[in-house]
C-alpha cells in the first residue's frame, strides 16, 4: 500500500481517501513524514520558515455555545463574564504596533447581544487608526451568530463586516468538520455546512481565510480523513484558504475531559494534512497546543509556518496549556532547525528576514 | 563523506566511524537520520519498546560537590536539604512494592558524614521489603566516594555492596567525559576515565550497568562523539552496559547560566537516533520522559528508541532543574503511550529481561 501511495504523492498525484486513513492507521510515522516533506519542500522550495507577529484579542468570553471541550466560556451573569470596552481594545492593538506585529486576531464567544453595528463601529475605528494592522478576526460561528442576532442573512452579515475593515477571516471553529461528532463536542455550534457557507462567501468577496481542525477529542480516523478532504475540496471549489492548521484538543478544565493526543498522533495527523490538502499553500505548527520542541520537529512533517507569536493568547491557556514564544525564541528554533526564518504578514509576504 | 555513504554503511550492518557521528550530527536531514536509526533499531528488537515499573529514591540532596549544572544540591545546612533515615526508605520500598514494581533505583548526593554502614544497611532495608526487588544504586561517582569512605578498593568496595543487596548500576555521572567541558560544569567531580575505570570494575564484578550523557549545554557535537567512542571502546571490551541514554540538559535553577533555554526537538531526536546509529555494541537506547517531555519521548520511538524507563516515581534531581513532565506515569499510561506510536508495549525487569507483553 505504501509504495502506491509513495509513487502517487511523488508523481504530484492525489490520493483518495481510503489511502489517507490508511496512512492515518497503519503507516509508519516517519514514512507519512518523509511523503509530507517531499510536498513541503515542493511547494516551499526556498527552505524558509515562516511566522507573524499578532495578537490574539478576545473581545468577550461570554458565549451561548458552552461547547464541552471549551475552558474559556462563561454565562452572561457569571462573576468572571466580560466585555472589553472599545478603548481596551484599541490599546491593546497600540501594545502589538509598538512590538512590530501585524496582525489582529480579535476572537470571542457567541454574545447573545452584540449585534453588527457593534462590530462595524469597532472595525471602522480599528481601520481608522491602525490602517497599517491587518484585521484578522472572527471565526464562521461568530458571523452567524452577528447575523442571527441582527436579523441578517450570512452573506450580507459578512459584506457588511468586509466594508466596515475585517480583512481576512481565521478559520477556527472548524472543530472537526463531520456533524456526528460536532454533536458530541459543540451541539449548539453552527454545523459543518454553515462553516462552509462562511468561507464561501468570503472567498467569493475577495477576503482570504484559513481553515484549522481541532481534533483529539471524540473523534475517529475517519472524522478527520473525512475533514481533510472537505477542506481540500472547499478549497478546489473556489477557496480561499491560505493556510491550514491542526491543533489538539486541550482537555484541562473542561467538561468533555479525558486525555490530549500524543506526539506521534499530532505528528502524523500534520503530515497526512499536507498530502491530503495539496491546494492549501502553507501549514502552519501549532507550537502553542505542542510546545517549542514539537513546533520545531513538525517542520520535518510537512508545516512550513509557525503562525504567531501571539503577544496575548487565552482560550487554550484556559484548557492549561500555557507555552509562550518570543520572536527570537522562534527564530532561534527555526535555524536550530537548519532552515531561514521570516517574519510574513497575514498574507505570507515576507516582511524581513533574520 | 556523504549521507549516503553513511546509509550504506548502516544498511550493510558496519560500523559507522566518529567522523561519520559528526557528520550527521551536523546534518540537518532529521528524516534520514531517523530512519538509519529506525532500520538499526528494528534490526536489534524489532517492534517492541520496554518500560518498567520502578520507583526512584533519592536518599539525600547533600553533597559535598557543586556541579554547575545541578539544582538538586544543598549543604548540610541550607533551607531544603534532606536525608531520608532507612524507615523513611522502608517505607517508600513498600509503597512501591504494592504498587507494582520490580526496581528501586537509588542515586543522591555525595554526603559529608554518612557512614558506608549506612549504605549496605539501605540495600539491605530494602532486600528485606523484598528479595524481588531489584535494586540498582549508585553512580560511578558515588562507588567512588564510597570506596574512600569505607577505605576499600573498589573491587572491595563492590564486593561489599553486591553482598547487602546491589542488583546493578544506573549510568549517572557521566556527564560528558571531555575534561575542558567537564572542568567547567563539574570541577569537583571524578574525570572521565575515573568514571569509565569504575564502570569497568563494576562489569568485572559481575554486574551490569547503565551509561547516560549529558547533553545540551557547554559541550560542540565533537565532544559528544567522543563521549560516545569511549563508551563503546569499553562497551567492545567488557559488553557490561545495558542501555544508553542521552539526558538532556535542564537549565532553570542551576548555576550554569546560558542562553538557550535547553535543548530542540530537533537535537534531541538527533542525539537519540545518533546514538542508536554509532552504538553499535548497545542493545538498548532509551528516552528519558522525564527529561524530554512526553511527546519527544514518544516520537523518539520512531527514532531508534526502544527504552522508556520507567513509571518513576518521585523525581526530584530532573524536577528541581524545572522538567515540566509529570512526577510519575502510571503503567496504563506508558502503555498507551507506546501503542499510540504503533508499538508493542513490553514490561522488563532491570536486567532487560521480559516480564510481560501488552
Redesign the interface.
Known amino acids: 500500500m505504501l509504495a502506491g501511495i509513495a509513487e502517487k504523492v511523488r508523481s504530484g498525484g492525489r490520493i483518495d481517501r481510503a489511502e489517507a486513513h490508511w496512512l492515518l492507521t497503519e503507516g509508519?510515522?516517519?514514512a507519512v513524514?518523509?511523503l509530507a516533506?517531499g510536498i513541503r519542500r515542493r511547494l516551499h522550495p526556498d527552505n524558509l520558515v515562516t511566522f507573524v507577529v499578532d495578537r490574539n484579542v478576545n473581545y468577550t468570553n461570554v458565549c451561548e455555545s458552552r461547547c464541552r471541550f471549551c475552558a474559556f466560556y462563561r454565562d452572561q451573569d457569571a462573576a468572571d463574564a466580560y466585555l472589553l470596552e472599545a478603548e481596551e481594545i484599541y490599546r491593546k492593538i497600540e501594545e502589538l504596533v509598538a512590538v512590530g506585529g501585524t496582525q489582529l486576531l480579535m476572537q470571542g464567544g457567541l454574545h447573545p447581544a452584540l449585534g453588527i453595528e457593534w462590530f462595524e463601529r469597532l472595525f471602522r475605528e480599528i481601520k481608522r487608526r491602525f490602517p497599517q494592522v491587518q484585521n484578522h478576526s472572527l471565526s464562521p460561528a461568530e458571523i452567524t451568530q452577528i447575523a442571527r442576532v441582527s436579523g441578517l442573512a450570512v452573506p450580507e452579515t459578512v459584506r457588511r463586516l468586509h466594508k466596515a475593515g475585517l480583512d481576512s477571516i481565521p478559520g477556527g471553529g472548524a472543530e472537526i468538520l463531520v456533524d456526528r461528532v460536532r454533536q458530541e463536542i459543540s451541539p449548539k455550534k453552527i454545523g459543518w455546512e454553515g462553516w462552509a457557507v462562511v468561507m464561501r462567501e468570503a472567498a467569493r468577496l475577495g477576503m482570504p481565510t484559513t481553515a484549522t481542525m481541532m481534533f483529539g477529542s471524540t473523534e475517529t480516523p475517519a472524522d478527520i480523513v473525512e475533514h481533510l478532504f472537505r477542506v481540500r475540496e472547499l478549497q478546489a471549489d473556489g477557496g480561499s484558504f491560505t493556510a491550514f492548521i491542526p491543533w489538539t484538543y486541550q482537555p484541562g478544565n473542561t467538561e468533555l475531559g479525558g486525555k490530549t493526543a500524543?506526539?506521534?498522533?499530532?505528528?502524523k495527523v500534520l503530515a497526512l494534512s499536507r498530502i491530503v490538502i495539496d491546494n492549501i499553500p502553507n501549514l502552519q505548527a501549532s507550537w502553542v497546543t505542542?510546545?517549542?520542541?514539537?513546533?520545531?520537529?513538525a517542520l520535518?512533517f510537512g508545516a512550513n509556518d509557525l503562525g504567531g507569536t501571539m503577544l496575548e493568547e487565552n482560550v487554550v491557556a484556559a484548557a492549561g496549556c500555557t507555552f509562550r514564544m518570543t520572536k527570537e525564541?522562534m527564530v532561534?528554533?527555526i535555524r536550530?532547525?537548519?532552515f531561514r526564518a521570516a517574519q510574513r504578514s497575514t498574507l505570507y509576504r515576507i516582511v524581513g528576514e533574520f | 563523506m556523504t549521507l549516503s555513504s553513511i546509509a550504506e554503511k548502516v544498511h550493510a550492518g558496519a560500523r559507522i566511524t566518529d567522523d561519520e557521528a559528526l557528520f550527521l550530527f551536523e546534518s540537518n536531514d532529521l528524516l534520514a537520520i531517523g530512519e538509519l536509526a529506525a532500520l538499526v533499531n528494528r534490526r536489534k528488537n524489532g517492534d517492541r519498546v520496554f518500560f518498567n515499573v520502578n520507583r526512584h529514591i533519592n536518599h539525600t540532596n547533600i553533597c559535598v560537590n557543586r556541579c554547575a549544572f545541578c539544582a538538586f544540591s544543598r549543604t548540610a545546612d541550607q533551607p531544603g536539604a534532606y536525608t531520608y533515615d532507612l524507615r523513611e526508605i522502608e517505607a517508600r520500598a513498600r509503597e512501591a512494592l504494592a504498587q507494582g514494581a520490580t526496581e528501586i533505583h537509588i542515586v543522591g548526593g555525595l554526603h559529608p558524614d554518612l557512614p558506608f554502614a549506612f549504605y549496605r544497611e539501605m540495600l539491605r532495608t530494602v532486600k528485606g521489603v523484598s528479595p524481588e526487588l531489584h535494586v540498582k544504586a549508585f553512580t560511578a561517582v558515588e562507588i567512588d566516594y564510597l570506596a574512600r569512605i569505607a577505605g576499600l578498593s573498589i573491587p572491595d568496595t563492590l564486593r561489599e555492596l553486591k553482598g547487602a543487596g546491589l542488583g546493578s548500576l544506573p549510568g549517572g555521572g557521566a556527564e560528558i567525559f571531555n575534561e575542558r567541558v567537564r572542568s567547567q560544569l563539574c570541577p569537583e567531580k571524578i574525570s572521565g576515565e575515573r568514571w569509565l575505570a569504575i564502570m569497568e570494575e563494576v562489569h568485572r564484578a559481575g554486574l551490569k550497568s547503565n551509561a547516560t550523557m549529558l547533553y545540551g549545554h557547554l559541550e560542540v557535537f565533537g565532544d559528544r562523539v567522543d563521549h560516545m567512542r569511549r563508551l563503546r571502546e569499553l562497551q567492545d571490551r567488557t559488553g557490561g552496559f545495558q542501555v544508553f541514554i542521552p539526558l538532556a540538559f535542564q537549565p532553570e535553577h542551576t548555576p550554569l547560566k546560558l542562553e538557550k533555554k535547553g535543548t530542540s526537538g530537533v537535537d534531541d531526536l538527533k542525539t537519540l537516533a545518533i546514538s542508536r546509529i554509532y552504538l553499535d555494541n548497545f542493545a538498548n537506547i532509551k528516552a528519558y520522559w522525564v527529561m524530554l517531555g512526553e511527546k519527544i519521548a514518544q516520537v523518539s520511538l520512531a527514532f531508534g528508541v526502544n527504552d522508556l524507563d520507567g513509571t518513576v516515581v518521585e523525581e526530584k534531581i530532573g524536577h528541581d532543574a524545572g522538567a515540566s513532565s509529570p512526577q510519575a506515569m502510571s503503567r496504563e499510561e506508558i502503555v498507551a503511550m507506546i501503542r499510540k506510536a504503533g508499538r508493542m508495549p513490553v514490561e522488563r525487569d532491570t536486567l532487560y529481561n521480559e516480564l510481560r507483553t501488552f
Open positions: 509508519d510515522l516517519l513524514g518523509r516533506d500524543t506526539g506521534a498522533e499530532y505528528l505542542q510546545g517549542a520542541k514539537m513546533a520545531q520537529v520535518f525564541e532561534e528554533l536550530g532547525a537548519g
